[in-house]
């Protein structure tokens, strides 16, 4: 006769072990959020116009059935079974999964559905507001609405996590793990170094040539030229497309049908290109979650860091190196002879490495951008910790600008109401940006370090090797591990700002002559 | 203090009679099946290739969600108390939006899940054997599985009308109340003088210049003249779209969210305009149905047939119409000039009306189809009532096309195995391609009748009169009225073939100049 542990051994799934009862709600749970997730591609790329008002009522319906799903008795007492099991099997995989389909669904059980209803309502009116208050440049006019989407989201904080910091529930939604005592000394950091570095090169009065990118390109040559180049780094297109829409992104429905998006400037090469590549690197990552791991607890990005940490090096890393920039060079000629011909990669360069503090995140430079980003932190920081009233964010607004940027916005549209996240109640979505940007350098500098120099296999075309790094010591392990353990893991130190510090301040020294 | 019913109706939709708890659990119902459309037009249309495999759990797990909600207790216990309340306050549309629903819960609630099961596996694995057997044109490769999927359709039927006929059961699922009884005559009438009539313009050895719709056509070409068309008609693409696919189809995902697809054949227009057009009619259709039913029971199409109808109409009674082509000659003569200086609408007409017996059905012209139809149809009843055993299928198919059609397949492929339906256990589906087209036919002189000859009109490019009149006729109705009493209400007389050979015989014998 075969024992308990037999039996039960015996309806466990070993590539992934998670046993059979768990495996099949979770892959229908998992099936319903990929659905969600080719809906909202559909909604940017291809939905008639006049489709968006039933679209929505589709979207609630899904969504509504997600959670259904996730908080069902059903699936609680299924993962209770599955975490005994692996405590008396003492199975480290299958204790990972377990911990990250409890993790989920305890989420998702802490929140009471009036309170998700409130949010889903109130993030639909306050982003209908927002957009309105940003045309007016008005504040007064979102205001309230931000006044009451805080509030619930501190409602929400406090049911997640009742005896915690309420900034700390939030930021785990995105994070997992990650608070705000262990971002504060890396932001600080990255600040302390950049915000004067920043002012210096301001300074100098010098400036970089940009013509070598500026001038006329068509669209489809464009739209050649970035898939030329994601391509060659390994983006599988029968795994995959690329559509235009109006902010590029990148939607995984599953491994084997990950979907970017691109937007192009017909007069500056630079929007294109490393929209695409930045959106191609999120899409590796997609592409490369484990069949083994696909539609299982584990099957998952580890968190919205560790996302952006693949488009940041495939975009940044990869792509404004010089390596990548001589392969592509005959490319480039063939599509854009005229613009060849009176320039090289080597003038190129220094064009992908500008400063120039502006009022705007989304159209800021590599270095700076960071800078927007610890802005936000500290607002969001101060407002959940009741240190700033929503009636004052304007003018704190524009004095940390000030202070991190040199610039200071004249109006609320520059300023405090440029970004569509707090509208949706994303609070402690911000400083992923940022993270993500560290994560990219760090685990650039472990590549290279493993790997020896890459631009000369740049130069080649030859990213297989760097793609195969990431493959195995990210992609592989789905959420196996939380961010920090990873990047600890994986380069042998804890994250901090110094590989990023160093990748910005070399490059741009260079690109500037300083 | 409000009585009873005063506070029942006060949670009433007057728009649409139904008492809010079952919208809202019929509305979440809807979106779904929404969701179930959009995935099949995103796989046809957009899905890469990789996708199809982790594609096809999505669209099971979807497929779950839907078979629960439709069947739950909830949704039943609420139909019933809708039922009572309609009984009560005797809403004659009420009534009509309980009955609809009713049916759809109870045909779901009666078939077990793991018939549903066996049903959906054996079609999976029919359709793969399907087409191997196809490829390699041997019927002996298709037979265990057609076998096994005549059983199970045979045990759902069972399940859905234990005491009725088989084949009854399975027609209901695609035309609501048609039985065996009511169709055969029609199919009788319309073989007995369609069948002899065909080979009376075969042997009168007359041809037909079809000269006028052969060349070279440009796709990009083509697909303007398409889309010229379907404007024309009232198909509104702020609310839909048109793509390329491998077969033509229309995907109602909502009202406001109507997608057609079309495919071209570079040297003969009348595949791509007519496949369009046809698939237009459709659509006018699914855009038709009005906002206050959308998301109740009765926001769906009446059938396929009088779906059927509506896309027969627009290709045949519109599309091959003189005036149709005399309004669209200008376009045709900008898209192609070279092609338009030698013809002229007159020319093109006959073209569209050939009659060339052929062994596939996919291929046929307009009248021959008929009988494509009633060779299946007569197929499909003698395996229902066991007249028939699967190991005689091909001898009795090809005894049955040389009969109806004057033609004999030599092999299996172009015989009993050209069409997919049986291999995924769609019986009953086939006699609702000619239902669809008798309606058509009786509808559009209906039509005439009341608006006076149409062709003029047509000339014009005046398409609304007749939309109105389909609108205000059919779609607003949505599924209130079953398809006979839709029929019966709109045209005043019970369906009959008599329109339908009318119209055939008086085109053809023009176009041959019988």
Partial sequence: MPTATDSSSATRNP????????????????????????????QETMMPRGGSENRA????????????KLTSERLWETI?????????????????????AKRDASRARRIPESLAKELAEASSLGTTAWQEARKGSDFGMFAGHLQRLLSLAKQKAAALHPAGKAYDALLDGFEPGAT?????????????????????????????????????????????????????????FDRGRLDLSVHPFCVGVTPTDVRLTWRYLE??????????????????????????????PLGDAVSLGVHESQSRLWE???????????????????????????????SVWPALHTVRPSLVRVEADEATYNLHIALRFRIERALFANDLAVADLPSAWNDACEELLGVR???????????????????????????????????FQAAQE?????????????????????????????????????????????LAADDLLEYLQASVARAYGL
Same sequence: chains 1, 2.
């Fill in 267 to 296: 007069n500056d090469l630079r929007s294109a290109l490393y929209g695409a590549l930045h959106e191609a690197g999120h899409g590796l990552y997609e592409q490369g979650i484990p069949e083994e791991l696909w539609r299982t």
């Fill in 15 to 42: 590539a992934c072990a998670v046993p059979d009862r768990l495996l099949e709600l979770w892959g229908e749970l998992r099936d319903l959020k990929s659905l969600a997730e080719l809906l909202d591609w559909d």
């Fill in 316 to 346: 940044n890393q990869v792509g404004r190196s010089i390596g990548f920039w001589r392969w592509l060079w005959p490319k480039f000629a063939e599509l854009f002879p005229g613009q060849a011909a009176k320039t090289s990669p080597e």
């Fill in 80 to 100: 209770l079974a599955c975490e005994e099991e692996a405590r008396s099997a003492g199975d480290e995989l299958l204790t990972a999964q377990v911990r990250e």
């Fill in 180 to 236: 705000e005592e262990q971002l504060v000394p890396l932001f600080d950091h990255l600040v302390a170094e950049l915000s004067p570095w920043v002012q210096q090169v301001v300074e100098s009065g010098r400036r970089v040539d940009e013509s070598p990118v500026l001038g006329k390109f068509a669209k489809a040559k464009q739209r050649e030229l970035s898939r030329h180049a994601i391509s060659a780094f390994g983006f599988d």
């Fill in 57 to 68: 009522k589709m979207a609630a319906s899904l969504a509504g059935a997600i959670h259904q």
């Fill in 409 to 443: 916005p004249d109006r609320d549209a520059d300023g405090v109401l440029q970004d569509i996240h707090w509208s949706q109640a994303l609070f402690g979505y911000f400083p992923t940006y940022t993270l993500g940007t560290m994560v990219s350098a760090q685990l």
């Fill in 450 to 494: 493993s790997l020896g120099p890459q631009d000369g296999a740049f130069a080649d075309g030859d990213f297989a090797p760097l793609l195969a790094w990431l493959r195995k010591h990210v992609h592989r392990h789905g959420r196996r591990y939380g961010a920090s353990q990873l990047v600890e893991q994986v380069t042998g130190r804890p």
